[in-house]
């Protein structure tokens, strides 16, 4: 009998195991954190064989905590940290470098470059995406003008791309399957989004050669099956998807104007907008959300710099709270900021601003502000930003957002919950389960092999939390945004 969904979280700062049953719930979870490489200012590795040994030691371990019988598993499903770039031998099975991280800024230089030779609009036309360093076309790039023998290799055919995902079902086919999804070939810079392939162009562009590439398929269908020396038999392999989107299917907002943000270090707002592509005029970039049975589904997505660390900050560097968890009930002693405006552009500005130039700034200091303003104030500033995408994304999409579900580990302050649903005027709903990422390829992996029916089956498994409804009058938010507004133009100008 089959009775479980193994999924793999293989993250960024680490790889895990989950395993899921029937109900969607956790049985079983092992993790393990990554060994990270920074050899430069500004680069970021990390090693493939670290990702591939500790992805299969968690699920090991996850295994035998729970005394589960590989037998039992319907199939494996992944989600991924997405952009990091392996290349590796196609004869050996050997990376020829790390893997480059999706926040490693290497290529900046000649991502300028593109620019000013006026790349842009073609680029972001035919992938949706704006130039940065961020995604992995420039980063295969990198690794074949560098790493010696590289082009040679790859012009005969020898080198093989993939993103972790694509490695990790490489390694567990035992180099059978050389595949990836249209998620995350959706962020290679390579896949045009109107055509739904590879670009020709691009790769011209790029100098990278096509026989490098996986194939693309769909976010949930069996690609192959794990050699049985891993973990013990067969196991289908029936959904590889992008960490991102994996969590916007995990929260069941299966329709269009549906949208989660999930507040980790930095935030994620993904919404649904069904089977239209919509090119941002906002500062956003459009990507796919998922594919299933050949049919495509397309999100809008902005990034937001920061997030937990703007409460980490209070934390490490002004020291006015201990831990996170204060900044909830230091924010709630004060009735407002007092008119301070609190912005964390540490980085600079992401989504939809993407000014790498603004600055943080603390603005409208008086005799009577205290530390609970402060905190008070940089809790507001994350659901601030977050206006600025939806509104972005509302505008651009032509939809009004029906319901946002807010994740990860800032989510658990209430205070901004409740903040966000009135600045953003939508009803905020948080669900129960934090795993959220893991549990959208677990769903995508038990659909293909008939595990669940359908995904009305699996609406009715995401339970909620707590749901946060907008009490704020028009006026006052109104006000409150206009104030927010003048302050970015402040933090924006301050390095000019
Ligand atoms: P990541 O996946 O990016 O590592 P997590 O989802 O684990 O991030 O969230 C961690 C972040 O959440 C930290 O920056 C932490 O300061 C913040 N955080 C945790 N609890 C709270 C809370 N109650 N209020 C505000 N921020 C919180």
């Not at 690609?223 to 392999?237: A, D, F, T």
């Amino acid at each position: 009998m089959k009775k479980y969904i193994m999924a793999f979280d293989a993250g960024t700062t680490s790889a895990r195991t989950i395993i899921f049953d029937k109900n969607a719930d956790i049985v079983s979870m092992a993790q393990r954190d990554l060994i990270k490489h920074f050899p430069k200012p500004g680069y970021v590795e990390e090693e493939p064989e670290d990702l591939w040994s500790k992805q299969i030691g968690t699920a090991v371990e996850a295994m035998i905590k729970k005394d589960i019988d590989p037998k039992e598993i319907a199939a494996i499903g992944i989600s991924n940290q997405r952009e990091t770039t392996i290349v590796w031998d196609k004869n050996t099975g050997d990376p020829i470098y790390n893997a480059i991280v999706w926040q490693c800024k290497r290529t900046a230089d000649y991502c300028e470059e593109l620019k000013n030779k006026g790349y842009g609009k073609m680029i972001e036309d035919k992938t949706g995406l704006v130039i940065d360093p961020y995604f992995s076309a420039t980063k295969i790039r990198w690794i074949l003008e560098n790493v010696e023998g590289a082009r040679e290799k790859a012009e005969k055919g020898e080198l093989l791309f993939g993103t972790v995902e694509s490695y990790l079902i490489y390694k567990l086919t035992d180099g059978e399957v050389h595949i990836t999804d249209y998620t995350n070939a959706s962020r290679t810079m390579l896949f045009n989004i109107n055509e739904n392939k590879w670009d020709d162009e691009l790769l011209e562009l790029f100098k990278i050669p096509k026989s490098m590439l996986p194939e693309i398929r769909n976010s949930s269908e069996v690609y192959g099956h794990s050699k049985s020396k891993y973990l013990g038999c067969e196991i289908p392999i029936s959904s590889a998807i992008g960490d991102q989107q994996s969590s916007l299917f995990g929260t069941a907002s299966f329709e269009r104007g549906l949208a989660k943000a999930t507040y980790g270090t930095g935030a994620f707002i993904l919404m649904n907008t069904g089977k239209e592509l919509v090119q941002s005029k906002n500062g956003l970039v459009s990507t796919i959300a998922w594919a299933i049975d050949g049919k495509i589904t397309y999100a809008l997505e902005g990034s937001i710099f920061e997030a937990g660390s703007a409460i980490d900050f209070l934390r490490d560097n002004l020291r006015i709270i201990d831990q996170a968890d204060d900044s909830e009930y230091m924010a709630s002693k004060v009735n407002d900021t007092e008119d301070v405006y609190f912005i964390p552009a540490f980085t600079g500005l992401g989504a939809p601003y993407w000014d790498q130039y603004a600055r943080g700034a603390i603005i409208g200091l008086t005799a009577s502000v205290s530390k609970y303003h402060i905190v008070r104030a940089a809790l507001e500033s994350l659901a601030y930003l977050s206006a600025d995408v939806i509104n972005a994304m509302e505008e651009d999409s032509n939809t009004k957002l029906k319901s946002l579900k807010a994740d990860g580990g800032v989510s658990k302050n209430n205070f901004l919950m409740s903040f966000l649903s009135d600045i953003v005027d939508v009803e905020v709903k948080r669900p129960k389960l934090v795993e959220l990422t893991a549990l959208g390829a677990c769903y995508m992996a038990g659909l293909s092999v008939g595990f669940w029916k359908d995904k009305e089956e699996l609406r009715e498994k995401t339970d909620v939390d707590r749901v946060f409804i907008s009490e704020m009058d028009e006026e006052t938010r109104n006000k409150k945004m206009k104030r927010w507004h003048e302050a970015i133009e402040y933090s924006k100008n301050w390095a000019k």
